[in-house]
């Protein structure tokens, strides 16, 4: 199985601030790699497709980058509607998508 | 608009089974996997299978072979998840989920079912 390890599992941050999770894999993926947004009580959500391509109708404040084993997920200024968990997900190993443990956004 | 809509929460006692549905809408149910994820309580989440419903080839993760049965009827664009005997520790929220892939690009997950909580106590 690709192993898919996120950090920070948790990270502080204010309005306005610029933050960015990473995630690794444990084999290389190339560019098999999405990123989606948990907010508490509701199901994930698509906002990062093949590492670096922006869902429709996502703001333009999130970004990802990255490609082989290291990727990156940016909130290049954070709203308040932004605190939530962000769970990357492999792709490369069909059907045997695996997540990472996740990185829960909290209020400064 | 493409929806997956899920069946309401459970609660069960240990031992009963439980079969819980996904219902598709606005899009060709035969023509996309539809996926199972599993979160436990607190708990990050977990690829469970996939089905692909147009000839219902059907893949395990290692972890929950033998454990679920994922199933779907195409007549009714609707994808099932089963257990035949519930443990404590089925106890978590189910998320269908259907998988997208454009041309060559790499696939992504979405949209994703509303959530079936399943409660397990003895």
């Known amino acids: 199985d690709i192993q898919m390890t996120q950090s920070p599992s948790s990270l502080s941050a204010s309005v306005g601030d610029r933050v960015t999770i990473t995630c690794r894999a444990s084999q290389r993926i190339i560019n098999y790699l999405n990123w989606y947004q948990q907010k508490p009580g509701k199901a994930p959500k698509l906002l990062i497709y093949?590492?670096?391509r922006l869902q429709s109708g996502v703001p333009s404040r999130f970004s990802g980058s990255g490609s082989g084993t290291d990727f990156n997920f940016t909130i290049s200024s954070l709203q308040p509607e932004d605190f939530a968990t962000y769970y990357c997900?492999?792709?490369?190993?069909?059907?045997?998508?695996?997540f990472g443990q996740g990185t829960k956004l909290e209020i400064k | 608009e493409v929806q997956l809509v899920q069946s309401g929460a459970e609660v069960k006692k240990t031992g009963e089974s439980l079969k819980i549905s996904c219902k598709g809408s606005g899009y060709s149910f035969t023509s996309y996997w539809i996926g199972w994820v599993r979160q436990m309580p607190g708990k990050g989440l977990e690829w469970m299978g996939i089905?692909?419903?147009?000839?219902?080839?059907?893949r395990y993760s290692p972890s929950f072979q033998g454990q679920v049965t994922i199933s779907a009827d195409k007549s009714i664009s609707t994808a099932y998840l089963q257990w035949s005997s519930l443990k404590a520790s089925d106890t978590a929220m189910y998320y269908c989920v259907r998988r997208v892939v454009v041309g060559g690009t790499p696939c992504w997950l979405d949209p994703w079912g509303q959530g079936t909580p399943v409660t397990v106590s003895s």
């Open positions: 093949a590492a670096s």
């Open positions: 089905i692909y419903p147009g000839d219902s080839d059907t």
């Open positions: 997900q492999q792709s490369y190993s069909t059907p045997l998508y695996t």
